[in-house]
């Protein structure tokens, strides 16, 4: 039902999540150019761009260092609006469209632990909740609510037309992944070294799954796993409805970047400038690809493409069956986020403070 809910009104080429979607599949269903060229940029006046964007309705919804959140036109670039705070915004956004009572809205998390409920068309501040702590990753929606974790170590649940709090659930360390959603369960992988599977109706935890190393990667949901990688040089699948490990790929470095999934591909990159696709029923691999950098921020899927950004300034695009290297595209400085795709285009935040939009 949450599905339904949270999606009337939208576009199935919209990138309104942080991954795309709440199950964190980095995948979208629109279509891209063969070859990328840039359509506009929107460049801070001073600052960087860390988070990934979100993409609705026409509009790319993204916060930045420079004590701002901006709302800018996808076609020409243009900014609609913007909200200022003190510290800035590190963490990405989630698009809430409209409902029969509440117009369509965008939610955003800052360091200084506040959870912003702004109007999606005039940037308004409608209210607040405070946590205890940094919030550094997006919420998730679910039957007229919010989740989210925060560096407390909670996941909040709290009602979208209020900000009231419905429940938290306490984790022994931070949470510093989106926490994706499956029916009435939700999955955050923990700094504490577990995956925890919560009752949403309850926000009580039904099953800690041990991981054996800290991690702040987002799980993708696929089917009855979910797919992700840990500081302890590791990339998991675990059967959510079994509730334990299924297999183990071992690397060479740790991985921070979300995994992207399609029936036949798990796609994630890693800390040692590579670019991993294994087979997501037995975890073994299908090929890689080696950058010049980290890669810290999601690879994303559309169509049969991969697109990645790394910490060499680049953003490259591979042929989702082989690995074969299709074009790459420079920027002008690191890519930390991951980029997101919607009608037609692809968009891209860079660490000297760049918003960059490529189409046809």
Not at 81 to 108: D, H, I, L
């Amino acid at each position: 039902m949450f599905a339904v809910f949270f999606t009337v009104g939208l576009a199935k080429a919209d990138w309104p999540f942080y991954r795309a979607d709440s199950l964190a599949t980095g995948t979208v269903s629109t279509t891209l150019p063969d070859q990328l060229r840039p359509l506009w940029e929107f460049p801070l006046e001073k600052g960087w761009f860390e988070a990934t964007p979100i993409i609705a309705e026409n509009r790319v919804f993204l916060g930045s260092s420079e004590d701002r959140f901006l709302a800018i036109d996808l076609q020409t670039g243009r900014e609609l609006w913007r909200f200022g705070n003190k510290c800035g915004f590190m963490a990405p956004a989630v698009y809430v469209p409209k409902t029969e009572t509440q117009s369509a809205s965008v939610c955003v998390g800052s360091p200084e632990g506040f959870l912003y409920f702004l109007d999606g068309a005039t940037g308004e501040k409608r209210w607040t909740f405070q946590a205890e702590a940094i919030i550094d990753n997006s919420p998730n929606l679910w039957n007229g609510k919010l989740l989210f974790g925060s560096q407390d170590g909670n996941l909040y649940c709290v009602d979208s037309a209020t900000g009231e709090l419905v429940w938290k659930y306490h984790t022994n360390d931070q949470i510093r992944c989106f926490p994706t959603i499956v029916e009435n369960r939700a999955f955050v992988a923990g700094c504490d070294g577990n995956l925890h599977i919560v009752d949403l109706e309850k926000g009580e935890c039904l099953k800690q799954v041990p991981l054996d190393a800290p991690t702040g990667s987002t799980p993708a949901v696929l089917g009855n796993s979910v797919y992700f990688g840990t500081e302890g040089n590791e990339f998991l699948a675990v059967d959510w409805k079994e509730g334990k490990v299924r297999w183990r790929f071992p690397l060479r470095q740790a991985v921070r970047s979300p995994a992207a999934v399609s029936e036949k591909q798990v796609v994630f990159g890693a800390l040692d400038r590579t670019v991993y696709v294994l087979n997501p029923e037995n975890g073994e691999q299908i090929w890689s690809f080696k950058t010049k950098g980290r890669i810290e921020g999601g690879p994303i899927l559309v169509g049969s493409k991969v697109y990645v950004g790394a910490t060499d300034a680049n953003l490259y695009v591979l042929n989702l069956d082989d690995g074969k290297l299709l074009q790459t595209l420079e920027l002008s400085d690191q890519v930390i986020g991951s980029p997101a795709a919607s009608q037609g285009k692809l968009v891209v935040g860079t660490s000297d403070g760049k918003l960059v939009c490529f189409g046809e």
